[in-house]
């Protein structure tokens, strides 16, 4: 991700706390049990030390941005969090986008290569067709897979009246898997699994890819190298904390769908809003994950706050990314746009 990085020293903060340097800890980031414990840091493993046991690291913002709402295809209205001018790429992630989508407009016929596509819905229905015979109508909390590797076409087009909203991804597919034969998969909502963030059973977490505690979703993420990938869609209540363990190496997007978020930390985070967390990279002794803490605030006609998060460990390979081609050296782009006006990217199934 270009333009950022995380460069934390250890600092005092004489309030009973000590904390990470580069976080900043508002006057009610910390539990009331917390502040009345000595705390020390193990400088070894990086841990807070409370009393006799250990607290994880939370996840800190690298950065952050609003989606701003802008035209993509024929007509369709996006929100993007990466493909922008400020954040080209998140390896492994490419683009992510909130679309909204009105008939008669939507996706016609395009290629793609070297890359998945991931479509999960939220209201509506799109319609799916590619040139390698796979077809399907997704309805809301429903979602599919395109593995487009060595190229096919596709389009995807909202279903019936009403307007289709979701969120569409790319992934980079690693070098290995670049010349794969294009598949896809899809899976309906009655089949998405769904979990509770906690014992209160109030919180609801559904899994669209990888896993979640010990629940697994059902799209297959293998020809990306299954790299603790998962993406999450999180509908919080207020008071029922989402909390989840990420694994250090891995790079995080959390995207706010509805309503306002706080963190572990007291940072919050609004409507359309893009929060970028990044891998850990260096030190002696790794951290082995860092938390992610989320609840909701209480926001006037919501009754809950909704948010995607995306996780990936970054494939840290070259990508040249040139509209819907992902490739891994420069000179393939044009050899690859040549193959598609050649026609061998198929023809769509009808």
Known sequence: MRGTGL????????VAILVLACVTVHENAATEFEKDLLVEVDDASGYLIFGEGRAPLFLVPAQRATANEQREGDGARVRRCVGTQTVRAMDPLLLFDHYHVSPPHGFPPHPH??????????????????????????????????????????????????????????VNLPMTSKDVEPYYQVVDAAD?????????????????????????????????????????????????????DIPAQCNALLYVYRGTLVD?????????????????????EPQQTRRLSLDALEVPGHLNSSFVLFVSEPLREPVFHYGPFAASYRHEINAWIGAYQRGEYGVLAK
Not at 132 to 158: D, R
Not at 201 to 227: A, C, D, I
Not at 264 to 281: D, M, P, R
């Open 7 to 14: 460069h934390c020293g250890m600092s005092v903060a004489v």
């Open 113 to 170: 290569r070297g890359q998945s596509l991931l479509s999960y819905q939220i209201r509506g229905s799109f319609k799916h067709r590619d040139s390698y015979g796979g077809h399907a109508e997704i309805f809301a909390h429903g979602a599919q897979k395109i593995v487009a590797g060595k190229g096919l076409i596709h389009s995807e087009m909202p279903g019936a009246s009403e307007p289709a909203v979701g969120f569409q991804i790319w």
């Open 192 to 244: 998405l699994v769904t979990t509770f963030a906690s014992s209160a059973h109030h919180t609801l977490v559904r899994v669209v890819v990888g896993k979640f505690n010990e629940h697994t979703g059902r799209l297959s993420f293998e020809p990306e190298g299954n790299r603790h990938t998962s993406l999450l869609h999180v509908d919080v209540v207020p008071g029922d904390a989402f909390v989840w």
């Open 264 to 284: 572990a930390l007291g940072n919050t985070f609004s409507e359309h809003e893009c929060i970028y967390f990044e891998a850990q990279t260096s030190g002696s």
